[in-house]
Structure formats: C-alpha cells, structure tokens
C-alpha cells in the first residue's frame, strides 16, 4: 500500500463563494499593500482589465519566486535539469512563469489544485498579452486570475516551503537514515515527482558539499536507489550518471567512490555520459519549451527549434527525452493553435528519430512527461500525434508495457475521450 505523501503544498485560503467584485476580492490579498490593493481595483474600475489581470499576476508569481530561490540557485538548476545554472544566476532569467508553478509544487509550496488552476490563469496571460491575441482580456477571465492569484498566493501573508519538505531535506544531509527509517519508506513508496525531489537533493549535494553532508548524501543515496531505480525516468537516471562524470572531472575522490558504488549496485553505468554534446543538446531542448510557455510562443518558436535542429542529426542518448518533449510541444500546440512557421522544423526532427528510439520513448518516457501528458487531455493535440504517428508509420508497435499499450493505441486512433482519463491517471501517478 502506498505511504502518506511526505509534503504536500496547501490549496489556497477559504474565499467566501458569493464574491463578485473586485473591491471585495482585494481585500483578502493581505500580501499587497493598501495601495496597491488600490492600484487594482482602480484598474478594474477603469475598464482596463488586462491591467489589473498582469498586475496581480506579476505580483504572485514574484512571491513565488522569492520563496523557491530561498532553496539556492544551484538547487534550482538541479531541478531543472540546468548545469548552465549556478548561484550566480538571477532567478528572473532562470525562471519563467510556468516553470515558477512546475517548482512550487514539487517542493510543497502550492498544492495540486492549486497548481492547476495557476497554471491555467498563466496560459490566460500568456495568449492575451501576446502578438497573436485577437481580442482583449475581458471582465470575466481578468476577475479569474485575480481571484487566483490572491486565494493561492497573494492572500497569505507568508508563504514558505513545506514544512514536511524542509525537515526531510535537512535529514538527508545531516544523518545516514537505515533503509527501515519511516521518512525513507515513505519517500521509496512515493510517485516519481517525489523521488524526483529526492534525487536532486542528494545529487546538488553531492557536487557541492564536503565533510558530513555530502558523506551522509552518499550514504543516502546508496540506501535509496536500489529500491527506486526501476520506478526513476530516464532523465532521472542520466542525471545520476552525469553527477558521476561531474565528480570524476572535479576529482573529489570521496564523492566519486560513493556514486560509483551506487551506480554499481544498480548496474546505472550506460546512464554515464561520454562527453558535454548531450548538455548542448539539453538546454536547447529546455530553452524551447521555456519559449513555448512564455509570451509570444507563436512568434519565438521558429527560432528556437531551429536552434535545436541544427545541433545535429544525432540525439545523444542522455538528452532524446528532452528533445522528444520539446519538438513534441511544438507540434502538439496549445489551447490557441501552433506555430506555423515552427511545426515543419518540429515534424522534420521528429521524423528524424529512429523506430527503436520511439519504442522506447513510449516504453520509459511518456508516462512521466506530465508536460505532454497534460497537452494530450485537449482533443486537437491528440488528433496531432495521431496523425503525426500515422504518416510516419509509428502506429503498430503492439508489445508496449500492459499499462502504456492502452495510451498508444488510443492515441493511434484518435480516441481522444480515452487518451485524456489514461493520461489524467499517468499524471496521478507522477504526483
């Protein structure tokens, strides 16, 4: 039976349902000062609702921000799958507002609900600030993200990362935990996100602390990841192996002896890159999929999976989920339509990779890409991968896992009714 979730972040405060105006809205933002409760408001009064929409949005996910980064950039870019990243880097340049929300509700800031409903007022944002609106944001919809910005975010005076979450994360640095410890369990019996979570800790310390900690990092680690390593994805289990390659080249002799015999005992040595081609390769891939999400998709993405595609023909193995999900969001769009001019690129690349490299996209990839999970919830997105797999004769393996056979095939027939409960319970599973 699965353990009780080690943290989990809080849903927002109680609002009275009856709530219709602005005025009364506002004032649960005990966040915003008195004027600035004002400037809102006047906003609405104003008749310029994409103002006060933009200014309560820009205010929330600042505070969020604020609360990550009290976790330290190395740690984000950890998270984030970013070596680019370091405690140098400043966060608005690390962090759009969609990877804002990815991350505060991994580390218990925000809940599920929460979560989603944030992440639905950011594609609000995004389509109606963008080149590509065609009509302005109205009273309804610019009500909706205020509403959500306070009752998630705005309407706490202080929000902070879990409480769960910040203790267990001391504990994995300050002792060795016996693999029979309570906290440990739970974590082992945990979805992915969780572990995920876990990983990055231990692996950020790993590369960045001396003495005690990165001993009990090790030791941790070493206790872990037998007992996880078939539930871990692959981008998990290549981040493993390039921390291995990053100890090796700062030659810290202690760290390197403690992954090494981690990896041993798991038999993760395939997953230790041979060189920094595939790191290139990641970023772009993630440099994509942060314009995707950001303002202006439409108009930016041309550029940036042209950048991607002229890296080279050849993915390097760490890096083909990464790529897979980047070009994949490009084809599949959003709730507003695609990028022209960018889907052709994203198509040619993808019709690039390899039957056997598919196989095992759909093997070990899918049922952990949340982000390609949530797009294929939408009808028109699903109706892009059918066709996507149809024209290039991807639509016939028939020996996937008994639980993922189901997903591809009714992707394959563009059955969107079903691909949607199918990815909704992959997403459950993943959190």
């Given at each position: 039976?699965?353990?009780?979730?080690?943290?989990?972040?809080?849903?927002?405060?109680?609002?009275?349902?009856?709530?219709?105006?602005?005025?009364?809205?506002?004032?649960?933002?005990?966040?915003?000062?008195?004027?600035?409760?004002?400037?809102?408001?006047?906003?609405?009064?104003?008749?310029?609702?994409?103002?006060?929409?933009?200014?309560?949005?820009?205010?929330?996910?600042?505070?969020?921000?604020?609360?990550?980064?009290?976790?330290?950039?190395?740690?984000?870019?950890?998270?984030?799958?970013?070596?680019?990243?370091?405690?140098?880097?400043?966060?608005?340049?690390?962090?759009?507002?969609?990877?804002?929300?990815?991350?505060?509700?991994?580390?218990?800031?925000?809940?599920?609900?929460?979560?989603?409903?944030?992440?639905?007022?950011?594609?609000?944002?995004?389509?109606?600030?963008?080149?590509?609106?065609?009509?302005?944001?109205?009273?309804?919809?610019?009500?909706?993200?205020?509403?959500?910005?306070?009752?998630?975010?705005?309407?706490?005076?202080?929000?902070?990362?879990?409480?769960?979450?910040?203790?267990?994360?001391?504990?994995?640095?300050?002792?060795?935990?016996?693999?029979?410890?309570?906290?440990?369990?739970?974590?082992?019996?945990?979805?992915?996100?969780?572990?995920?979570?876990?990983?990055?800790?231990?692996?950020?310390?790993?590369?960045?602390?001396?003495?005690?900690?990165?001993?009990?990092?090790?030791?941790?680690?070493?206790?872990?990841?037998?007992?996880?390593?078939?539930?871990?994805?692959?981008?998990?289990?290549?981040?493993?192996?390039?921390?291995?390659?990053?100890?090796?080249?700062?030659?810290?002799?202690?760290?390197?002896?403690?992954?090494?015999?981690?990896?041993?005992?798991?038999?993760?040595?395939?997953?230790?890159?041979?060189?920094?081609?595939?790191?290139?390769?990641?970023?772009?891939?993630?440099?994509?999929?942060?314009?995707?999400?950001?303002?202006?998709?439409?108009?930016?993405?041309?550029?940036?999976?042209?950048?991607?595609?002229?890296?080279?023909?050849?993915?390097?193995?760490?890096?083909?989920?990464?790529?897979?999900?980047?070009?994949?969001?490009?084809?599949?769009?959003?709730?507003?339509?695609?990028?022209?001019?960018?889907?052709?690129?994203?198509?040619?690349?993808?019709?690039?990779?390899?039957?056997?490299?598919?196989?095992?996209?759909?093997?070990?990839?899918?049922?952990?890409?949340?982000?390609?999970?949530?797009?294929?919830?939408?009808?028109?997105?699903?109706?892009?991968?059918?066709?996507?797999?149809?024209?290039?004769?991807?639509?016939?393996?028939?020996?996937?896992?008994?639980?993922?056979?189901?997903?591809?095939?009714?992707?394959?027939?563009?059955?969107?009714?079903?691909?949607?409960?199918?990815?909704e319970g992959f997403i459950n599973q993943i959190k």
């Amino acid at each position: 039976m699965k353990s009780k979730q080690l943290w989990q972040g809080a849903d927002g405060i109680d609002l009275p349902p009856a709530i219709k105006e602005p005025a009364e809205i506002i004032t649960f933002a005990t966040y915003l000062s008195p004027i600035q409760q004002r400037n809102i408001v006047n906003a609405f009064n104003g008749g310029a609702y994409d103002m006060a929409a933009e200014y309560a949005w820009k205010k929330a996910i600042v505070k969020l921000k604020d609360t990550i980064g009290t976790l330290g950039m190395t740690f984000i870019g950890e998270m984030l799958n970013r070596p680019d990243i370091d405690e140098y880097s400043a966060i608005d340049s690390v962090l759009t507002d969609y990877s804002t929300i990815q991350l505060a509700e991994q580390l218990g800031v925000i809940g599920k609900t929460a979560a989603l409903k944030l992440r639905q007022a950011n594609e609000l944002i995004t389509h109606y600030f963008s080149k590509d609106a065609t009509e302005d944001l109205d009273y309804v919809e610019a009500f909706d993200i205020v509403k959500t910005s306070v009752k998630y975010i705005l309407g706490e005076q202080d929000i902070s990362i879990a409480l769960e979450f910040s203790k267990f994360r001391d504990r994995l640095l300050t002792e060795t935990m016996p693999l029979h410890d309570k906290q440990l369990d739970q974590v082992i019996n945990s979805p992915v996100f969780y572990l995920r979570t876990v990983i990055t800790i231990l692996i950020t310390a790993i590369k960045t602390e001396i003495g005690a900690k990165l001993e009990n990092a090790l030791g941790n680690l070493n206790t872990m990841l037998p007992q996880i390593w078939d539930k871990l994805s692959e981008n998990d289990r290549w981040n493993i192996g390039s921390t291995y390659r990053d100890v090796t080249a700062s030659g810290n002799s202690i760290a390197i002896s403690g992954v090494k015999t981690a990896l041993s005992k798991v038999g993760g040595f395939d997953y230790v890159p041979e060189n920094l081609r595939s790191n290139t390769f990641i970023k772009a891939a993630k440099q994509l999929i942060d314009v995707h999400f950001a303002f202006n998709n439409f108009h930016n993405e041309p550029m940036a999976v042209k950048k991607l595609a002229t890296l080279g023909r050849t993915i390097p193995a760490p890096a083909l989920m990464d790529c897979i999900q980047a070009y994949l969001v490009v084809l599949l769009g959003n709730h507003y339509g695609r990028s022209n001019a960018a889907v052709p690129t994203a198509e040619n690349e993808l019709a690039k990779i390899t039957e056997e490299r598919w196989l095992k996209y759909f093997e070990k990839g899918i049922t952990n890409d949340d982000i390609i999970l949530e797009k294929l919830k939408h009808h028109d997105m699903v109706g892009y991968f059918s066709d996507f797999l149809t024209k290039y004769q991807l639509d016939e393996f028939s020996d996937l896992p008994n639980k993922i056979q189901p997903l591809y095939n009714a992707i394959v027939n563009n059955s969107a009714s079903t691909v949607r409960r199918l990815s909704e319970g992959f997403i459950n599973q993943i959190k």
